[in-house]
């Protein structure tokens, strides 16, 4: 029912994706009120479908993100044994999910890091992120990081005095499609964890799904395969 969701401003926007049952969790519909996609999105900003954003990139239709999130949510709330939860955002884009992320990972020390391949789009998110009050201040306290590098390898990024799990993720949301489940991307999960990718898994090359990955308290990897997509490939930036 996706279709149906569109609004005439943000907040019509958002209870639509509510009503229809896309955003299932009072806690995700919060996030989304909090973040005015007119902020990211070129133009149509509440329409519930994807855009092109330049550099054949795309911001994902609103419901996407939606489902992204209520698959990854129990990886991205604070928690007496994980208070600062930490989140990795590959193919940030605009930056809008990456901003959603931030409202969910709390204030104690939860970070969320974007990470695109093209300089101009890193640029572009951290650009877009600070039309907000909020958005910048989420920039300037570092609970949103904008970084540069190949997303098939994720990213390390560390503080100091961390555990064992030094620089790893609770959370990993791969916004474009892989040609296979990285095993870099597993070996950055912590334990627990969970990783939303869509990935070009048809023998024929025409299809993609989204796969749930998760890691359980003891290290043991489960994948699960959830529905078609249609999402940008993630690989080599676009030659000049």
Do not use: C
């Not at 698959?71 to 809008?96: K, Q």
């Not at 870099?184 to 990783?195: F, Y």
């Amino acid at each position: 029912m996706a279709w149906y969701s569109s609004g005439g401003s943000n907040a019509e926007l958002v209870e639509n994706l509510w009503r229809n049952g896309l955003i299932k969790e009072e806690r995700v519909k919060e996030a989304f009120l909090k973040v005015d996609r007119a902020h990211y999105a070129p133009t149509s900003p509440y329409s519930d479908s994807p855009q092109p954003i330049g550099h054949a990139a795309t911001i994902s239709a609103p419901h996407m993100h939606a489902t992204a999130i209520e698959h990854l949510l129990p990886s991205l709330l604070p928690s007496p044994s994980r208070p600062a939860p930490r989140v990795l955002d590959i193919g940030s884009g605009s930056g809008y999910l990456t901003h959603v992320l931030a409202e969910l990972v709390g204030s104690e020390g939860g970070t969320v890091v974007g990470l695109e391949h093209i300089p101009a789009l890193r640029d572009l998110g951290a650009r877009n992120m600070a039309k907000s009050a909020e958005g910048r201040d989420f920039l300037e306290t570092g609970r949103v990081r904008f970084r540069v590098g190949d997303g098939r390898k994720g990213w390390r990024e560390t503080t100091m005095g961390e555990d064992k799990d030094e620089g790893k993720w609770d959370a990993i949301h791969v916004g474009a499609s892989a040609r296979e489940i990285h095993k870099e991307l597993i070996d950055q999960l912590r334990s627990p964890g969970r990783m939303f990718v869509p990935v070009d898994d048809d023998e024929m090359g025409l299809g993609q799904h989204v796969w749930l990955v998760q890691k359980g308290e003891d290290g043991e990897v489960s994948k699960r395969r959830l529905f078609g997509v249609r999402y940008v490939p993630l690989g080599d930036p676009p030659r000049a």
